[in-house]
């Protein structure tokens, strides 16, 4: 804190101005105005300034009342050399020459905003630009190469589609002159609402149709229409304290779905719900360090940055959609909110909504729009396992995923007998839809932990393969079908080859050593290569690897240097998985915005759980 001794009482109703020196270091830590490296298509290595202020890291910018109450106008004036160029949250007005080869750029006044909504660039990246009726320009920026390769293409083109479906939905139009939007190469988010300079990762905006999957460009899709979102509920509209996070972050969990689902109707995004943000949010929530949604005794930074959870994001998202649907499709946006606000402090849970399909079961929370799990009777389980195994496409597909999801965690805390929670997942056998298989795969992931060392699990892991193999026959390898089907493809192969298929395994470690022999040319689908990268490295050994590594040095797209990075961690060789925990220590060998998602990756991995678990300790 800055203290400031005054000479005489202020008087109540006098504009008072403080003007103070400030210097701040331009550091690589992914906060404040910090600075981040690329190597460019001639291999020099190029320098920009970026910002990421949210939620306590203006002050590190410059001097200011650091908090969201605290609105303001802001005049930004940047200086920087050519061949850089500056952005900032307001179109430019000038850029002037000044002595020494430096520039000054200036923009217009913001609107009155948040501190932590302002947002710096200075770079010497390049963009396209779209331009349609109704909207304001929308530019997309990135590395130079990436928008000669067009890698830009796909958020240029949804980006006005989403903001146009927005303004219809708010009922108010965006409030800015532009829309500017960034893929940054060092970034600790998968995204940022800059009010009018949007900040991404860059596997969170740019997308390849030739090389990344399917799931990639429904990640690109999910964070645009969440931070588009957000220049209404956030910027626009702000909370007053952090305290109220939830309902910043819970709407814009649940606005990117129909955002997304709009753009993007084949994407089943209103079902995939049920699985990327009720099933997590429930089983956060259950644990003992859950917390209340409107959060308490919030009052330092640290403080502060432990609110950015599931509880605020997925628990917020699914309150909001549970009230939106007792709310129902006619009411507004503002009916909506002022529901939400009334029944925040005041709905109680407990209820279950029934549904009796035929009489002879019961099913609670029917499509899974509450926010509760629901347990039965021994009778009523078998009676719904029989309908699942007569013909389970009686039963809705998200019903059938929060079943699954409800025995499954109700077993792990003993309210469920795991004789009738595996029951559940019977039919899987002859049902290949994604929603309850991924549902199956995420929860049945503690029993493969506590199991994995345990002379239960080759039982287990038999029983696994049992049901995936139907699923596994019944598709090829080439990349074909809608959009959740090749994203299912991938995964049925990864389960299929993990519990064991000597014919998952064969045909993965051909296709991979096909490429090792040629590696300019990768004839691997962009949907499988996630499974076979993995399964070459688990059941291959240093030459494998090391060929995923030098890949991963060299490759300049961002989704298929994730996917090679994920790959580096399914090894069982100890040595190289503790020379991969060394080099997370080198920020010229693995960024510093991917070394969390190495440990997350390798701690996945029962072979190197304990080494990295040591080495966190250690380091």
């Given at each position: 804190f800055l203290i400031v001794e005054l000479d005489a009482e202020l008087v109540q109703g006098q504009n008072y101005s403080l003007?103070?020196?400030f210097k701040g270091e331009l550091a690589d830590d992914l906060t404040g105005l910090y600075r981040s490296?690329?190597?460019?298509?001639?291999?020099?290595?190029?320098?920009?300034?970026?910002?990421?202020?949210?939620?306590t890291d203006a002050r590190k910018s410059f001097p200011c009342f650091d908090e969201p109450a605290f609105k303001a106008t802001f005049k930004i004036f940047l200086w920087h050399k050519d061949p850089n160029y500056a952005l900032s949250n307001m179109p430019f007005?000038?850029?002037e020459e000044r002595y020494g080869g430096w520039k000054r750029?200036?923009?217009?006044?913001?609107?009155?905003?948040?501190?932590?909504?302002?947002?710096?660039?200075?770079?010497?990246?390049?963009?396209?630009?779209?331009?349609?009726?109704?909207t304001p320009p929308t530019r997309i920026y990135a590395r130079p190469e990436q928008v000669l390769n067009h890698n830009v293409e796909y958020a240029k083109n949804i980006t006005p589609v989403i903001l146009d479906y927005y303004e219809s939905y708010f009922g108010v139009d965006y409030p800015l002159p532009k829309s500017d939007q960034i893929a940054v190469p060092d970034f600790a988010l998968g995204g940022m609402e800059n009010w009018g300079l949007v900040m991404y990762r860059e596997t969170a905006l740019l997308f390849?149709?030739?090389?990344?999957?399917?799931?990639?460009?429904?990640?690109?899709?999910?964070?645009?229409?969440?931070?588009?979102?957000?220049?209404?509920f956030g910027d626009l509209i702000t909370p007053l304290w952090w305290d109220e996070l939830w309902l910043n972050e819970g709407f814009a969990t649940f606005i990117e779905y129909i955002g997304t689902d709009y753009v993007e109707?084949?994407?089943?995004?209103?079902?995939?719900?049920?699985?990327?943000?009720?099933?997590?949010?429930?089983?956060?929530?259950a644990l003992t360090t859950s917390r209340p949604i409107i959060a308490e005794n919030v009052t330092t930074p640290d403080d502060i940055n432990a609110l950015f959870d599931d509880i605020s994001y997925s628990k917020g998202g699914c309150f909001i959609r549970m009230i939106s649907e007792f709310a129902g499709e006619e009411a507004s946006f503002d009916i909506l909110y002022d529901i939400i606000i009334f029944y925040s402090y005041l709905l109680n849970n407990s209820d279950l909504s029934m549904v009796y399909p035929n009489g002879k079961y019961v099913i609670g929370n029917y499509e899974a729009f509450g926010y509760y799990r629901v347990n039965y009777d021994d009778a009523n389980w078998n009676a719904i396992i029989n309908q699942l195994s007569r013909n389970f496409s009686a039963i809705n597909v998200k019903s059938r995923s929060q079943i699954i999801d409800d025995a499954l965690t109700l077993a792990r805390t003993g309210l469920v007998k795991y004789e009738i929670a595996l029951k559940t997942t019977k039919f899987l056998r002859d049902d290949y839809d994604f929603l309850p298989w991924q549902s199956a795969l995420r929860v049945l992931s503690y029993l493969d932990d506590m199991l994995g060392r345990s002379e239960a699990y080759g039982v287990y892991s038999s029983y696994l393969l049992y049901l995936v193999e139907p699923a596994y026959y019944n598709l090829t390898w080439t990349d074909e079908g809608d959009h959740l089907q090749r994203q299912q493809r991938g995964s049925t192969i990864n389960t299929a080859c993990s519990y064991g298929s000597i014919d998952c395994i064969e045909h993965a470690q051909t296709l991979f050593h096909t490429w090792m022999a040629d590696p300019s040319n990768n004839t691997i689908s962009?949907?499988?290569r996630d499974a076979v990268y993995c399964q070459a490295v688990a059941n291959g050994g240093s030459d494998e690897w090391d060929f995923i590594w030098g890949r991963y040095q060299t490759e300049g797209d961002s989704h298929e240097k994730s996917a090679l990075q994920s790959a580096l961690a399914c090894t069982?060789?100890?040595?190289?998985?503790?020379?991969?925990?060394?080099?997370?220590?080198?920020?010229?060998?693995?960024?510093?915005?991917?070394?969390?998602?190495?440990?997350?990756?390798?701690?996945?991995?029962?072979?190197?759980?304990?080494l990295t678990w040591d080495f966190l300790r250690r380091e």
């Open positions: 003007h103070t020196q490296t690329y190597t460019d298509i001639n291999g020099k290595d190029v320098i920009i300034a970026i910002s990421q202020m949210q939620p007005v000038i850029t750029t200036e923009f217009e006044p913001t609107l009155r905003m948040s501190t932590y909504l302002l947002a710096f660039v200075v770079s010497e990246f390049g963009y396209e630009q779209s331009f349609t009726s109704g390849d149709a030739a090389i990344n999957s399917a799931y990639s460009k429904q990640r690109v899709a999910r964070v645009i229409a969440h931070e588009l979102s957000h220049q209404w109707p084949g994407f089943r995004m209103m079902d995939q719900f049920v699985l990327y943000d009720l099933h997590d949010a429930l089983t956060v929530d962009p949907n499988l069982k060789q100890l040595w190289i998985i503790q020379r991969y925990l060394e080099y997370t220590l080198d920020s010229t060998l693995v960024r510093n915005q991917d070394a969390y998602s190495v440990y997350v990756g390798l701690c996945g991995n029962d072979y190197a759980r304990d």
